[in-house]
């Protein structure tokens, strides 16, 4: 959607005439489509259902068409009566194409009434309530506000709402005394009537064994994996046999997974003073194996939307945990909950203000709607006084009757690791205030400052900066030196070699370049051609024909096969046996796995990488990258996600300005109904 041409002379005069035919409709969507304001495919569905329905309105056909649309930008379902009063905000579609919205939006029905009636009584929408299931592709949800569905989207959002109800509503009998004994081992003592702080992460776990189904969110250093960890141990202790509890560990791709494993076992370890001689943790942490992406843990079949694992073939496991949870989409979540057994604790790690996923839905969001609220009832704050011998502050009571979700979420508020400038922009942009923004980025200075900050200067610039780095913060540099070394003094033994790859790739992990789009200059594709260029005149790599040693890749589809995933980072090296053939080397939290360029197909140069894969890593030194060709994809989440990856320095490169201030006044809301299958329970 970001290359448009401008609307031809024939479609506005459609626009003009007296009233729209069906055919002047379909034509009119056919030819919005080819100036980049629709897809080809959201055209189609229009001419579909016009097919299917021969007494279809032009406004059933717009309405068919903005869904498919609202789709492929995120959103599960259509807001009918914003869309009748404010086709604007709906489409989203750029200043210069205001005129066409205005002409079309002029031969449509003035009322919501008239659109209600075009939908109602088309065969090819089933309006809940009145109509049964016979396969209609739309689906009109008329309580409250109403919502128009594409038929699958409906499905899953209605499965992920039963199945979320059915375990934050479960009875779950616990010995409150022994849950006590074990959170006071694991978190300390609290004294309640000396006023303690309020421990978060302590009633996180608290509260996750009341149900079989917990979220816990907080942004980065706020603690969610300590948090998931201490929540195993006890979960490990509480149980009538430990050794037989079956835990696993997921995340929507092969380096966020990677990452939790490290995470959860390191601080298990650390626990184990703590619980011996009751526990043998580090047992319990070896049985659990390794974290995989959900696609690898459902069983994902190539060439098909469906899993190996669903509700006749659920999953063998006792307790899930899902990190990053703010990348699962609707239908990925939908799938999760119907292949975990109803016995199962599901607890979902992630960031509510992270960027949502790439496709439809944002579940995360959703379920911590409030979390910052918290909106405890008096007998969830009565059972975490007892248990946790802390007493839930009245600010974050609840008010009136609250949603069932809510008493098993927890929002960690202290971040431990973000109290320098780079957590003071995180916030500064995530409270949406462009001016302490902008001030805390040109009160740094100096290339060796945390926060940096540079504007236009073409992306040749912003490619010698990614290679050089700048004054002491890592560039690509550093990778390419340490390849350079191991090409020229190849490595004696299997162990040496392996050694050296991992060297390469942790160096090159340090920095990443992170771009708000994928085309243009200012975007991926071009910012990975000027980046290898750069290496490529400094002697770093040999950046000739499609491999070379040193290509960074990222997978693009999945392959259980070959044992890679969607998002995966690797890169092409010299294997050990044959230093003329290379393999593409990933790092594994339980060591290397490799692949021949042969049989990755499915990958492309990965210097540069959207905000959105970048999600699940962090990095050293990140550089975000915004485009003025960014349109409706410069949002505040995706610039908090970008400031949000760095560890110890953040730059920003503008291609022009305002694009900041712009960006963190636009925040990102996905239309979803999710919420309304609880808010009629309470």
């Known amino acids: 959607m970001s290359r448009r041409r401008k609307l031809d002379v024939q479609t506005l005069d459609l626009f003009a005439e007296p009233s729209l035919s069906v055919a002047d409709t379909l034509t009119a969507l056919q030819r919005l489509a080819d100036a980049g304001l ?29 869904l498919a649309q609202m789709e492929g930008r995120g959103h599960s379902c259509l807001p009918l009566q914003q869309l009748v009063s404010q086709p604007n905000q709906v489409l989203a579609w750029p200043s210069e194409a205001l ?54 989207y409906w ?49 996180a776990c608290a509260l996750a064994l009341r149900g079989r189904m917990s979220v816990i969110t907080g942004g980065p250093g706020t603690g969610k994996t300590y948090t998931a960890a201490r929540l195993l141990a006890l979960l490990f202790a509480t149980a009538p046999d430990a050794t037989q509890l079956r835990i696993a560990l997921a995340a929507p791709t092969g380096k966020a997974a990677a990452r939790l494993k490290q995470s959860i076992d390191g601080s298990l370890l650390e626990l184990k003073q703590v619980v011996q001689p009751e526990l043998d943790l580090e047992a319990l942490v070896q049985r659990m194996g390794a974290a995989r992406t959900l696609h690898a843990l459902l069983g994902a079949r190539p060439d098909t939307r469906h899993f190996q694992h669903h509700a006749g073939q659920p999953l063998d496991v006792d307790v899930l945990i899902v990190d990053e949870a703010s990348m699962v989409h609707l239908e990925m979540m939908a799938a999760l909950l119907q292949a975990l057994p109803s016995t199962a604790r599901l607890i979902l790690l992630g960031d509510k203000d992270q960027l949502a996923s790439v496709e439809a839905g944002a579940v995360l969001g959703d379920l911590c709607s409030n979390a910052q609220a918290g909106n405890y009832q008096a007998d969830t704050a009565a059972y975490a006084e007892r248990v946790t011998g802390q007493r839930i502050p009245a600010e974050f009571m609840a008010q009136q009757a609250a949603l069932p979700m809510a008493q098993h979420t927890v929002m960690l508020r202290e971040s431990r690791r973000f109290s320098g400038p780079i957590g003071q922009l995180a916030l500064a942009v995530n409270a949406g205030d462009a001016v302490a923004a902008k ?74 370049l992170l771009c708000a789009v994928r085309e243009g200059d200012w975007g991926v594709a071009g910012l990975n051609t000027a980046v290898a260029k750069v290496l490529r005149e400094a002697g ?6 499609e491999w070379y040693a040193g290509r960074p890749v990222m ?33 594994r939290g339980d060591g290397l796995h490799h692949v021949s360029t042969a049989r990755l197909a499915q990958v492309e140069t990965a210097f540069a990488m959207t905000v959105h894969k970048s999600q699940g890593s962090e990095f050293a030194h990140t550089a975000l990258v915004l485009a003025a060709q960014g349109g409706n994809v410069l949002g505040r989440e995706l610039v908090y996600t970008g400031i949000t990856r760095a560890r110890e320095a953040f730059t920003l490169w503008t291609e022009v ?25 309470v």
């Open 439 to 512: 001030a805390l980025l040109t009160a740094q200075s100096g290339n060796d400052a945390e926060l940096w900050s540079r504007q236009g200067g073409g992306a040749q610039l912003v490619a010698q900066m990614a290679v050089q780095g700048r004054g002491a913060r890592p560039g690509y540099r550093l990778y390419a030196e340490l390849l350079q070394r191991g090409l020229q003094q190849r490595p004696a033994t299997a162990e040496a070699h392996a050694a050296w790859v991992q060297q390469v790739l942790q160096a090159f992990d340090r920095f990443r």
């Open 657 to 681: 300005p305002g694009l900041l201030a712009s960006a963190i006044g636009s925040p990102t809301q996905r239309s979803s109904g999710l919420l309304r299958f609880w808010e009629r329970s």
């Open 155 to 203: 499905d899953y959002e209605r499965s992920v709402a039963a199945q979320i109800a059915a375990r934050t509503t479960a009875d779950t009998v616990l010995d409150e005394a022994q849950v006590s004994h074990w959170l006071q081992r694991l978190f300390g003592s609290s004294d309640v009537a000396a006023g303690a702080a309020m421990d978060w992460q302590k009633l």
């Open 38 to 66: 629709l897809r080809r495919l959201d055209s189609a569905l229009a001419a579909m259902v016009a097919e299917q329905d021969a007494g279809a309105t032009p406004a059933l056909l717009v309405a068919t068409a903005v």
């Open 540 to 545: 770093l790599v040999a950046a000739e024909g």
């Open 99 to 152: 005129s066409a919205q205005q002409a079309l939006w002029a031969q449509l029905p003035a009322s919501w009434a008239d659109w209600q009636e075009a939908l109602r009584r088309s065969p090819v929408v089933r309006v809940l309530g009145r109509d049964a299931d016979l396969g209609q592709p739309l689906v009109l949800r008329g309580d409250g506000a109403p919502l128009l569905y594409l038929r699958r």
């Open 555 to 587: 997978v693009t589809r999945n392959d259980a096969q070959l044992g890679v995933f969607n998002g995966d980072i690797g890169m092409a090296l010299p294997s050990f046996a044959d230093a003329a053939r290379l393999r593409v080397y990933f790092l």
